[in-house]
């Protein structure tokens, strides 16, 4: 089974253009959020009664990128993933109630189900970066966004707990507040950090 590692962070931390900077190295296999593909996500930001169907459309697809990349012939890479998805967007939108609690209660039903069917990541990858840094980003955003710049406080508290639960050597946090448009810095830490860890 292949090596995967998930890069995580609140919504404008650059996950996305950190595994976009990965992915030209050619060394990886990348799987993507896919705004724009998700059949739900553009109704879930109009109306909060797809949000369920929008968090669970999600798990699946990410349980489903997790099955592919681990057969793949290169390290899996992924933005988010689906520990994030529900560590950190689906107990948001609880918090937010934009979920009730049984709605909640089945998207962790099905998260512990699948995460106990495969493995969690070998490596994590946890992007830090400050809010104003964070609120720039989002507001020059063409995608849709359920997550706002206003919860980047309370959705950094729940990875630091479910963090707070995984081997430190599995995680690799890196400050991304000041990095370059390349995420040079970034690639090669972490480039590093896999030649020597995985």
């Not at 909060?48 to 793949?72: G, H, P």
């Not at 967007?89 to 609880?94: A, H, I, K, P, S």
């Not at 099905?110 to 946890?126: A, N, Q, S």
């Not at 946090?173 to 480039?191: A, C, H, K, P």
Request: hydrophobic share 40%; with cysteine.
């Amino acid at each position: 089974m292949n090596k995967l590692i998930t890069v995580v962070g609140p919504s404008g931390s650059g996950k996305t253009s950190l595994v976009h900077a990965l992915a030209s190295t050619d060394r990886f296999a990348t799987a993507l959020e896919q705004h724009s593909e998700r059949p739900f996500q553009e109704l879930a930001k109009q109306d909060a009664k797809y949000t369920f169907a929008n968090q669970m459309d999600y798990l699946i697809l990410r349980a489903e990128q997790e099955k592919d990349l681990r057969v793949s012939t290169k390290i899996g890479l992924m933005d988010g993933g689906l520990d994030l998805d529900f560590q950190g967007f689906t107990r948001l939108f609880l918090t937010r109630n934009l979920l009730n609690q049984m709605e909640f209660d089945l998207c962790r039903r099905f998260y512990l189900h699948t995460r106990g069917l495969l493995p969690p990541p070998e490596l994590i990858v946890r992007l830090k970066v400050d809010e104003e840094t964070v609120a720039s980003r989002l507001s020059r955003r063409k995608r849709v966004n359920i997550a706002s710049a206003d919860d980047t406080s309370l959705f950094n508290s729940y990875l630091d707990e479910w963090l707070s639960g995984v081997p430190s050597d599995q995680i690799l946090e890196l400050d991304v507040s000041t990095e370059t448009l390349g995420y040079e810095q970034s690639v090669n830490t972490i480039l590093y950090a896999i030649k020597n860890n995985l």
